[in-house]
């Protein structure tokens, strides 16, 4: 389920995305906490705190979804809406269901089902796909494709695992996709889930795990594993506007794209190659492990997206130049609108790659296009150190919120934590506005936490800044506004963080006795990197931890 809080307005400020707190609650306290992103092991499934956000329910049943906002004051709006999740031993049931095993043995494939030896992958979702069909592959057995498999039925449709053990191995031949969502001739599919499978390119130059080929909307990858693949989720929005222009009509961008609990790794083939690549329209991608470009170029790249939820992952080791997370904004025929915008990016962790001159980078894709991104909030993500990393966070966009976030730049080549410029011929960069950071490196050299070269509009408030062997710094560079930040003296000062040596988040919290402790300015920051409220008596501290 994708949850849209955008259209809210308020007397308040004119910037309700990035001004106004955001409290969700899917009902779903059983849904336990993300193993990944920046708070492993304690961030909860069940809450979230942005204007866009997104769950995965995996058990049947009524559920009540709550969401509060508030602008800070004593004004805050409640709205609740009821989700029903059906059962799927009744949506399909019986012969709806099909298992597949190497053998005969067919334990743990739901009563009534239909069965069949085989270890053909393509041949056994090619010549059983329809509607309200659940096609399941017997765990711990291995499957082979040589040819591509293809989902040209809608919905409701599952391709998953039966029985116990590992999930099902699909060994690709060729250079074929490990499955195939849509065709030229199909362009209004709709409702499908891949979940429960390994998909092994086996270093093919040029496979897809999954590829997005016509238009299908409502697609839920969940605990995806693709390795060894050229690019592990491929879904580009040029294939739907040539598929329209010639003679293939009625491919609209792919609306409702979920990918959630999975892990693409290893990807190969040079030049065109990434972990993701795609466009969508409501997507979200929430605790996945993406990582090991080096044989390819970006891990996470989007060439367009529209209102988008990335949240609780780690992105890491691309190509040598390429970046963790690409986020660019093509103008598409087929998409609602002709900027990148209202994308939240929040509580994951990132790290660099060799000489990479930016671990995440928002804007237009070169220097040569005229691209608009715009309504990104980045929140509560760990920029993890890396000794090739020059810039951290490159933005080339417009009304971007940047809060409470660590840059840990230790070891880096050049110590530069946010910078804020203008590529080319996109439109000039302004309203970039820089909250309740916390900087940090151990290293040497120049050290540059925020650095606005270009534009207007631009706020710098309450940002921590540490880097005791830094031999020139300065806080805040640029034609920003600044206040409330570290001075470039306090910068060589400890500010009594957990750890005399930090370098998990955790590290980083205050100390009784820190200089940054009710030092700050108010500003729309509702809660820390904790979830703590924002403050905690008195007024807000600095950096991203409020002490409580």
């Known amino acids: 389920m994708f949850f ?39 961030s909860s499934r069940n809450l979230a705190n942005s204007p866009v956000a997104a769950h995965v329910y995996e058990t049947p049943g009524t559920y009540t979804v709550t969401m509060t906002a508030t602008d800070g004051t004593s004004t805050t709006a409640e709205s609740c809406v009821q989700i029903t999740v059906q059962d799927p031993e009744v949506v399909f049931s019986g012969a709806n269901t099909r298992c597949f095993s190497n053998d005969n043995n067919f334990a743990g494939c739901p009563g009534g089902a239909q069965t069949f030896i085989t270890s053909d992958f393509d041949n056994a979702i090619n010549t059983n796909v329809g509607p ?60 499908v889930r891949i979940m429960d499978l390994e998909i092994d390119g086996n270093s093919g130059g040029t496979t897809n795990g999954v590829l997005l080929n016509g238009g299908i909307n409502n697609v839920l990858l969940l605990r ?19 598929f329209n222009a010639n003679n293939n009509p009625g491919h609209a961008l792919w609306n409702g794209l979920f990918i959630v609990d999975s892990r693409i790794a290893n990807t190969i083939g040079g030049q065109g190659g990434n972990g993701l690549f795609l466009g969508a ?8 492990v993406m990582t090991d470009g080096t044989g390819a170029e970006h891990i996470h790249r989007t060439p367009y997206l529209y209102k988008a939820f990335i949240a609780h992952n780690e992105f890491s080791n691309p190509a040598p130049t390429k970046g963790a997370m690409k986020m660019h904004a093509t103008k598409f025929t087929s998409a609602p609108s002709q900027q990148s915008e209202m994308i939240v990016v929040s509580n994951n962790k990132f790290t660099s790659g060799t000489n990479g001159p930016w671990t995440v980078n928002m804007g237009p894709q070169d220097d040569q296009s005229n691209e608009l991104t715009r309504h990104v909030i980045v ?15 490159l933005i080339f966009a417009q009304s971007v919120t940047v809060r409470n976030n660590i840059f840990n730049l230790t070891g880096a080549a050049d110590q530069r934590g946010v910078d804020v410029d203008r590529w080319g011929i996109e439109p000039t960069t302004m309203d970039v506005h820089v909250y309740n950071n916390t900087f940090y490196s151990s290293s040497s050299g120049t050290f540059l936490p925020v650095n606005f070269r270009i534009g207007s509009g631009h706020i710098a408030k309450n940002n921590l800044a540490y880097a005791p062997n830094s031999g020139s710094r300065t806080m805040v560079s ?15 000062v400890a500010p009594s963080f957990a750890s005399a040596t930090p370098s998990v988040p955790a590290d980083f919290s205050l100390g009784a006795g820190s200089y940054a402790v009710n030092a700050g300015a108010a500003v729309p920051v509702f809660a820390d990197f904790l979830g703590l409220s924002r403050s905690q008596g008195g007024a807000i501290d600095l950096g991203l931890v409020e002490r409580p």
């Open 478 to 492: 640029g034609t920003g506004t600044a206040s409330n930040n570290t001075s470039n003296a306090n910068i060589l």
């Open 132 to 191: 309200g069909r659940r096609l399941l592959f017997k765990r711990g057995h291995t499957f082979t494709a040589n040819a591509t498999p293809t989902i040209n039925a809608t919905g409701p449709m599952t391709v998953g695992a039966f029985n116990t053990g590992n999930d099902p191995l699909v060994e690709i031949s060729g250079n074929v996709s490990g499955i195939q969502l849509s065709t030229p001739q199909t362009p209004a599919l709709s409702d």
């Open 4 to 42: 849209d809080a955008t259209a809210t307005t308020a007397t308040a400020t004119t910037r309700p995305f990035h001004e106004l707190g955001y409290r969700w609650d899917f009902g779903d306290p059983g849904s336990g906490v993300w193993s990944t992103g920046s708070r492993p092991g304690s």
């Open 281 to 288: 329209h409501r997507y979200a991608i929430m605790g996945t």
């Open 224 to 242: 995806t594993n693709i390795h060894h693949i050229h690019t592990g989720v491929s879904g580009s929005p040029f294939l739907l506007d040539y």
């Open 379 to 393: 929140e509560n993500n760990w920029f993890a150190p890396h000794a090739s990393q020059q810039i951290a966070l």
